[in-house]
Structure formats: structure tokens, C-alpha cells
């Protein structure tokens, strides 16, 4: 949720053909049979058949970098905190301070274990007084609903899995917000030109209540569009029909991996994990120590990672060969010892030379550094690089 944990995907998707018979142990999204419409290939995704692609990877890259896509995240988790103690319980539950921030405000945020690792990296909203609205990634929404839920003991709050009963539509790119103004029957609490970065606003979709955030994971302006299941299909296509005049494609989650990696955007499973600290994810200022209070993970935060612990840096290189996630880093082109691991990469389709995340040895950290990635048995140079590797023009 890394970012749009509002939509945040839990790993890198495979090929999978489309129309396939799902088990009888998967999930479908609730948009399953407009994407089987549509033609998509599917992935299992942390047990749901999600679509992979439509068309293919690069055109819905170029769709979101240049006009937008519409993506299907409903296999996202939905959890629910009510009551009067909910700001407090939440600043106890999670690293950061959520009692401050204010109605329909959106804050990254992430749920540490006592030893300081990471569960899960979230997007709160907070949607009343005393509601919030915690989005978890898909593959850790049971693992985040029982540590929510074993936090909540001593507090006065109710914390309520809705993730059946709720579907999550984004529409990414450049003409998102002009899609969504022209979108028939979608009526906005409010002015979408005036919606600032990590904030909501209330709606209604024919007679359907939606919650309209602007948080993305694809490094573009964009808007996550939260409903309830009965009425998503009509607002897939709705958004569909009003966005077919701006060039919006629907975008599978092969092209929003390689979005969120060209934005520098941590996923869980890959950059992040449970065995991780937040500050080698780069992820330090998250983790709110000066909040006044006690939380879970926070003795461990205090003393932080080892010295000689590897810390998450940007790669670049030239030519067409990308690393992938696992290839190892080395020091030289003959060392004998890999001193660091890629945790995602790709040939770059905006900027075109092959980009990746990496955990180094700190002494590899440096910008400017050079390093070399074993590539299937070829140790392609690379340059360590500040993240993001892409930012778009605002």
C-alpha cells in the first residue's frame, strides 16, 4: 500500500491463459466476467484469478504513463476500526500516528511485529470521528485482520473485515480525473480539481454510496474508487464507456508492476517483508517515534537494524538485459561472494534501459556506486541510482 495499497499488489504476476475454469478453492473478483469479456489472461494472486493483461504489457504501461487505465483491485483487503477509542488504538496498532490526521485524509502506514518486522504496509483513511478504513495488501489480509484484531483487546473499537463486501476499481493516468467528471451516474461530495494527494472524498454511484481516494500506485495522478460489490460491474462499465473517448484501456497487473517499479514503490514479498526493518527499506520515516506514545514494534525501531544490515537501492544499466527478482548483486565483476539481491526488476518501458530494486551491503549504497548483476550467468554492470527512477511531470 506500499502507495495504492490502496492498491498495492502482494507479488509479481505470471502468464496464465485466459478463460480458464477457476477451482473450486479461487476467488474471483467480482469484475470477473468483464474481464473474461474483455479477453484477459489471468494469474493466481494470493489464491484470486485476477487479470495479468488484456493486450499486452507495454501498451497499458504507455495507456497510464500518457492517458489512463482502469484496474481491477478488489482482491485487496477492506478492514474496518469503529469506536471512540479508534485514533488511539490505531497509533498503539500501526508505526505511524493516525489519531492526527484528519476527516477523509489518507496515511501510509505499516503493522510491525515486536521485533520490528513487517506484516504488512497499509493505506488508512479516515473516514468519520471514529472510523477508519485500513486497506491491506491481498496476501496479507488475514495476518493483518489477526494482528488488528489481537491489538484491539484492551481498547473501546470494533474491528470489522469487509473485504468480501467490497470492490476497489483505479483509474490511473493523466485524463483519470476528466474520466471520472464525464462518468454517468457517478455523483462526487465535492470538486475532484481541488482533491489533494492522500485525501477522499464521499460519492454515490446511481444509489450506491463510493469512496473516491487519490492516493495511486503508479507513479500518475489517479483515483481509487471504493464500492460496494452489487454495484461494481455497473461501475466498471460506466467508467469504461466515459473513459473510451480519452483512450482509457483496462490494465492488467503486469503493467501495474512495472508502473509501480519505475515509481519506486516498495511490494510486499518483494522489497518488504516480516524478517525486514522499515529503515532498510528506506522506509524510516514511517516509523513515528516521536508520537509520545507506546506501539508495537517500537523498542525494535528504537534500536534499529544491524550496521552491516543491507539497505534497498535503485540499479540502473545499459542495454536490454534487466535483472529479475533474486539475481544476485556483486561487488565487482570477479568477486566470488554476491553482496547484495534484486527484489524486483525490468527493462524500463518509459525510459527504456533495464531498472531494479536491490538490497546491497552498505558499502555498495552510495549513488554513483557500480555494481554488477549476475544475468543469467552474465555479470551486466549496473550503477546504484536514488528512487524514484521516474516522476512525473506535474
Known amino acids: 500500500m506500499t502507495p495504492d495499497t490502496a492498491a498495492h499488489p502482494s507479488d509479481q504476476p505470471t502468464d496464465a491463459p485466459s478463460n480458464t475454469v477457476p477451482a473450486s478453492d479461487e476467488r474471483f473478483s467480482p469484475l470477473h466476467q468483464a474481464h473474461v469479456d474483455a479477453g484477459a489472461s489471468f494469474t493466481d494472486f494470493a489464491g484470486w484469478q485476477m487479470p495479468v493483461r488484456y493486450?499486452?504489457?507495454?501498451a497499458e504501461h504507455h495507456a497510464v504513463r500518457t492517458k489512463a487505465g482502469i484496474f481491477d483491485l478488489s482482491h485487496m483487503a477492506e478492514i474496518t476500526v469503529s469506536g471512540p477509542d479508534a485514533g488511539a488504538f490505531l497509533d498503539y496498532a500501526l508505526a505511524g500516528k493516525l489519531s492526527a490526521i484528519d476527516l477523509l485524509q489518507a496515511k501510509y502506514s505499516l503493522i510491525l511485529n515486536a521485533a520490528g518486522g513487517i506484516i504488512d504496509d497499509i493505506v488508512v483513511y479516515r473516514?468519520?470521528?471514529e472510523d477508519?478504513?485500513?486497506v491491506a495488501n491481498a496476501g496479507n489480509r488475514f495476518p493483518a485482520f489477526e494482528a488488528l484484531?489481537?491489538?484491539?483487546?484492551?481498547?473501546?473499537?470494533?474491528?470489522?473485515?469487509?473485504?468480501?463486501?467490497?470492490?476497489?476499481?483505479?483509474?490511473?493516468?493523466?485524463?483519470?480525473?476528466?474520466?471520472?467528471?464525464?462518468?454517468?451516474g457517478l455523483t462526487v461530495d465535492g470538486d475532484l480539481s481541488e482533491l489533494k494527494y492522500y485525501r477522499a472524498l464521499g460519492g454515490t454511484f446511481q444509489?450506491?454510496?463510493?469512496?473516491?481516494?487519490?492516493t495511486g500506485y503508479t507513479g500518475e495522478d489517479g483515483f481509487e474508487l471504493y464500492i460496494d460489490v452489487p454495484a461494481a460491474l455497473a461501475l466498471w462499465d460506466a467508467l469504461r464507456a466515459a473513459g473510451e473517448p480519452f483512450g482509457l484501456v483496462p490494465a492488467g497487473l503486469a503493467s501495474r508492476d512495472t508502473l509501480r517499479l519505475e515509481a519506486g514503490m516498495p511490494l510486499y514479498g518483494h522489497e518488504l517483508s516480516v524478517t525486514g526493518?522499515?529503515?532498510?527499506?528506506?522506509?524510516?520515516?514511517?516509523?513515528?517515534?516521536?508520537?509520545?506514545?507506546?506501539?508495537?514494534?517500537r523498542a525494535a525501531s528504537?534500536?534499529?537494524?544491524?550496521a552491516d544490515a543491507a539497505v534497498l537501492v535503485g540499479l540502473v544499466a545499459a542495454g536490454k538485459r534487466a535483472g529479475r527478482a533474486d539475481y544476485p548483486v556483486f561487488r565487482s565483476a570477479d568477486a566470488p561472494v554476491a553482496e547484495g539481491v534484486i527484489t524486483s526488476g525490468a527493462l524500463s518501458p518509459t525510459l527504456g534501459h533495464p531498472i531494479a530494486m536491490a538490497y546491497v551491503a552498505p558499502s555498495?549504497?552510495?549513488?554513483?556506486?557500480?555494481?554488477?548483476?549476475?544475468?543469467?550467468?552474465?555479470?551486466?554492470p549496473a550503477t546504484v541510482t536514488p528512487l524514484p527512477f521516474y516522476k512525473r511531470q506535474k
Not at 162 to 182: F, K, M, N, T, Y
Not at 364 to 380: K, Q
Request: net charge negative; hydrophobic share 40%.
Open 55 to 58: 493486450s499486452s504489457d507495454l
Open 127 to 129: 473516514t468519520n470521528a
Open 132 to 134: 477508519y478504513l485500513v
Open 149 to 184: 484484531s489481537d491489538r484491539a483487546a484492551r481498547f473501546d473499537v470494533t474491528v470489522t473485515d469487509q473485504s468480501d463486501d467490497v470492490a476497489l476499481v483505479a483509474v490511473q493516468g493523466p485524463v483519470s480525473r476528466a474520466i471520472l467528471e464525464a462518468t454517468a
Open 207 to 214: 444509489d450506491s454510496d463510493v469512496l473516491i481516494a487519490r
Open 277 to 297: 526493518y522499515p529503515a532498510q527499506a528506506g522506509l524510516g520515516r514511517v516509523v513515528n517515534l516521536a508520537k509520545g506514545t507506546d506501539f508495537i514494534g
Open 302 to 306: 528504537e534500536e534499529g537494524p544491524p
Open 364 to 380: 555498495l549504497a552510495r549513488p554513483g556506486t557500480e555494481v554488477f548483476v549476475d544475468v543469467r550467468g552474465t555479470r551486466i
